[in-house]
């Protein structure tokens, strides 16, 4: 009896973490009940494929379920609400995930900041239904984009802005934006082939442009975004903005919703998931979520 319990302590160290569903323990009566924890995230995107799980390079629900996996014990899969570009950053960005762990969520948010790279962190824990998806009960998410002005390229924000060598006309880009809110077909801001596979209808809350120094910092807030939708925004109004593109020529993009009109994608690296609205506020973390500088 001794030599078989040996044997299946010796092995049982062996299985691949990743194989465990739950708890290394088997299920029965007293396991614990599961529950669903909801995280607020910031990263730098930078160095991230992406925020989606993918296997040839790292991305931020990858770095996210090790933390979780490594802190609970549990093979941890994690939901995003927004999904963001390689080298797009966010400040708002809100994951769950189920756990039988009785952590506490002030132990979570503590433990996940000392598990994470230094480029990502948590700022708030909150527990949520067990029915909770943070994409699909999502009200609204509102991206900010960066732009620079300055004549010279600003070394400390490379990886934040898009400089712009020019000096667009800032009011002018401003009046053509506010035609984005209200219930179109955005089709002309994404690749034709995400045009062509899925609906393409979305509603804009809200578009601001103002200045901030040398950065002129655009919002929008929707109900959901398609692919590279923001970035091809920003690309047509610094059209706009430089006078290579008319307002009336803009106002055609939103109207005749030809797939992939807008051509010009702006980098990346200006972008930044602001804040994900739901009807209850999720977390108990009150700092503003629309300022990134």
């Known amino acids: 009896m001794a030599s078989r319990q040996t044997a299946r302590k010796t092995s049982e160290p062996q299985r691949p973490a990743g194989d ?12 614990m009940p599961q529950r669903r924890l909801a995280l607020q995230v910031e990263y730098q995107g930078t160095a991230y494929g992406g925020s989606q799980l993918q296997k040839t390079v790292p991305t931020i629900q990858g770095a996210l379920e090790r933390a979780l996996s490594s802190l609970t014990g549990e093979s941890i899969r994690a939901s995003l609400a927004g999904r963001t570009d390689a080298g797009t950053h966010a400040k708002g960005q809100v994951a769950s995930f189920v756990t039988r762990s009785r952590h506490s969520t002030a132990t979570f948010a503590r ?3 000392a598990l994470l790279p230094a480029d990502i962190g948590v700022r708030a824990v909150s527990e949520v239904p067990l029915a909770f998806d943070p994409r699909r009960h999502a009200l609204g998410r509102l991206y900010r984009y960066t732009l620079h002005k300055g004549p010279q390229r600003p ?27 209200g219930r179109h077909d955005l089709a002309a801001f994404t690749q034709p082939a995400e045009a062509r596979r899925r609906s393409t209808e979305r509603v804009v809350a809200q578009t601001a442009l103002r200045r901030k120094g040398q950065l002129a910092l655009f919002d929008i807030e929707a109900n ?24 009336s020529e803009f106002e055609a993009l939103v109207r005749d919703a030809h797939p992939g009109a807008a051509r010009k994608v702006a980098p990346a ?15 108990d973390d009150r700092r503003d979520s629309t300022a990134i500088h």
């Not at 802005?161 to 984005?180: F, Y």
Request: glycine share 8%; net charge positive; with cysteine.
């Open 111 to 113: 433990a996940l900041n």
């Open 224 to 247: 959901a975004f398609l692919p590279q939708m923001v970035r091809r925004i920003v690309g047509a109004l610094v059209e706009v903005g430089s006078g290579s593109r008319t307002q």
């Open 155 to 181: 070394a400390l924000l490379r990886h934040f802005a898009w400089h712009l060598s020019g000096q667009p006309d800032i009011e002018t880009m401003s009046e053509a934006a506010a035609c984005l809110i």
């Open 20 to 31: 465990r569903l739950a708890s290394p323990k088997s299920a029965g009566p007293t396991e």
């Open 269 to 283: 690296r200006g972008l930044c998931l602001m804040n994900v609205r739901y009807e209850a506020e999720l977390f």
